[in-house]
């Protein structure tokens, strides 16, 4: 059950900026909860993926969207969240870059986020939230008492998902990431649902150059903790 009085830390930016890694650092040293959206929006882009279903049909995606069987489990620190989907572990699964662009394609459809919308609420539970994503300071939390928007060039974004890929041994070029990243940037930005911009009320973070532990420092010293 849900507890639409515990406190939030929303944490958006575009893909590459370090959310991920900061979040769970900052879920882990608080001990509180943790949301990955960007990782529902994979999730149903795989889960229709899997079932035959258009990305184009947004009446059968949001149903695919309603119907998730889905959960975030801790992991030892370094390691990613380990996502899954009606009891399998499809962590690797969404990562990969065509899910990110299959999840970016349909998150412009306001149908399929209004019916995630309650699903990633329902995560807000006591002792509070580490929310990752995009919207999360502007749309779905838009109460929470710390608001982050990280971010970073586009370059040193690219820089990042090419050492990973690599180190996971993809096959893939610096300059074909570093288009992706625009390409979905520009969808991001520019899309009609809850485009990526800071709250209002957001301290803009640019981890350009930053390590992910100042990064974290920067982080816990909005939440007034150290």
């Not at 650092?25 to 149903?44: E, F, I, P, Q, V």
């Not at 300059?175 to 979905?184: H, K, M």
Request: hydrophobic share 40%.
């Amino acid at each position: 059950m849900s507890e639409g009085n515990a406190p939030v830390i929303a944490v958006d930016g575009p893909g590459g900026s370090g959310k991920g890694t900061v979040t769970q650092m900052l879920a882990r040293k608080l001990g509180w909860h943790l949301l990955d959206s960007g990782a529902l929006y994979r999730l149903t882009a795989l889960a229709a993926i899997r079932q035959n279903v258009s990305l184009d049909d947004e009446a059968a995606l949001v149903h695919v969207a309603a119907s998730l069987d889905v959960a975030f489990q801790p992991t030892p620190e370094g390691e990613p969240v380990k996502v899954m989907l009606a009891g399998e572990d499809v962590t690797s699964d969404i990562r990969t870059e065509t899910c990110g662009d299959n999840a970016s394609r349909i998150a412009v459809m306001q149908p399929v986020r209004d019916a995630l919308l309650q699903r990633q609420r329902d995560f807000r539970q006591e002792p509070g939230l580490v929310a990752d994503g995009r919207d999360m300071g502007t749309v779905v939390f838009p109460d929470a008492p710390v608001k982050i928007f990280l971010t970073a060039s586009a370059e040193e974004r690219a820089h990042r998902r090419f050492s990973q890929l690599k180190a996971a041994g993809v096959d893939v070029s610096i300059d074909a990431v570093l288009e992706e990243i625009r390409v979905r940037d520009e969808r991001d930005m520019n899309r009609s649902a809850a485009p990526l911009k800071p709250a209002d009320d957001a301290q803009v973070i640019d981890s350009t150059g930053l390590s992910i532990q100042e990064v974290l420092d920067r982080c816990m010293a909005e939440t007034g903790q150290t």
